[in-house]
């Protein structure tokens, strides 16, 4: 990455508001991220939805830009959630039969069935960031959904193991990743919160799934686990239940949310090589933070995380929060970035 960051750089997590007209907000906050397709949720007739979908993307990235956002992102204006638009473009998936997996609230949700070897047909994301290259001079981001998080979000109809199920998803992960850079793309995100959702079987095999996806991958990487949406996951425990392991991964930069739940802090101190993505945009709150309170959030983490290695997030995703409140929050954050970065320098 050529392109210098200041201090305390800004960015999302990944997705922003989607516009009412593009999609039915109702139906898309009345249920659980959809991992199968979701085609109901679209407002714009099919022939016209890449079109659309291209316009949104084009009001994100002014948005980002004009809250003063250092690393800009495509908004996920084209996805229906955060995975399943990749999860949905893989071989070995029967896509009109699908399969039923437990979400991370205990809920059965509709899910792809596995019944074949998974594997990348074709670059699922690539255009994604051409356009978002074409459209912004600033440092780009993608995101991409985690091998491991996608096959807690599968039924396995194929596989002797769950573990060799979430070694094909990474090896067709990594093709994406590196075809994304390929196209310009300065960061890559590995979205994994199914490592916090199931600690258990993310120690046995969630840190080979996410190594093996970024095998031979030059460019820097970030991997973001969360504890769920706000709008949607309403308990948030105390701290995370894998979080230090996280220090063992490939990954240069690891993605996690502390205004919401409250975090401690001090457990950032066990990922000394790694830089943190700090998430500090309370998203359960419809009231948009003063930059004052942000830059108190930032604080906690400075006796832990030396500032050059931390970059100023929301917790996660703004996908479910009214625009107005998505640009107000985002404003805040980036000015509440500065408020500090003007206390250090």
């Not at 091998?147 to 090896?171: G, K, R, V």
Request: proline share 6%; charged share 30%; net charge negative.
């Amino acid at each position: 990455m050529n392109k210098k960051l200041p201090l305390l750089p800004t960015s999302l997590v990944g997705s922003y508001a989607q516009p009412e007209w593009l999609i039915d907000r109702k139906k898309l906050a009345g249920r659980f991220p959809p991992r199968v397709r979701a085609l109901e949720l679209w407002r714009v007739a099919p022939e016209w939805l890449d079109q659309a979908q291209d316009d949104a993307t084009l009001l994100a990235i002014r948005d980002q830009e004009r809250a003063g956002l250092d690393i800009i992102t495509d908004g996920e204006m084209r996805r229906e959630s955060y995975s399943n638009r990749f999860a949905t473009a893989l071989e070995g998936v029967d896509l009109d039969n699908p399969g039923s997996a437990l979400d991370r609230s205990g809920h059965p949700n509709p899910v792809p069935r596995v019944v074949g070897k998974i594997r990348r047909k074709h670059a699922v994301e690539v255009r994604d960031v051409e356009f978002l290259r074409a459209n912004t001079d600033r440092v780009i981001k993608i995101t991409v959904p985690g091998a491991f998080t996608m096959a807690q979000q599968a039924q396995n109809d194929f596989y002797e193991s769950e573990e060799e199920l979430a070694l094909d998803y990474a090896a067709a992960v990594n093709e994406e990743i590196k075809d994304l850079f390929a196209a310009g793309a300065d960061i890559v995100q590995v979205d994994e919160p199914y490592m916090q959702a199931r600690p258990e079987k993310a120690r046995q095999y969630g840190l080979k799934a996410l190594n093996r996806a970024l095998e031979g991958v030059e460019g820097e990487t970030a991997v973001h686990i969360c504890f769920g949406y706000a709008a949607i996951i309403h308990e948030r425990p105390e701290g995370y239940s894998f979080l230090p392991e996280l220090a063992g991964s490939a990954a240069k930069a690891v993605s996690i949310e502390t205004a919401q739940s409250g975090l401690d802090c001090s457990v950032l101190a066990k990922l000394p090589d790694k830089k943190i993505i700090l998430g500090v945009l309370d998203l359960s709150d419809p009231e948009v933070e003063s930059a004052e309170t942000v830059a108190a959030r930032i604080r906690r983490a400075l006796p832990y995380v030396s500032a050059d290695r931390i970059v100023i997030a929301p917790d996660c995703g703004l996908k479910y929060l009214p625009r107005e409140t998505a640009f107000g929050k985002m404003k805040a954050m980036a000015d509440g970035a500065a408020l500090v970065r003007a206390e250090l320098s």
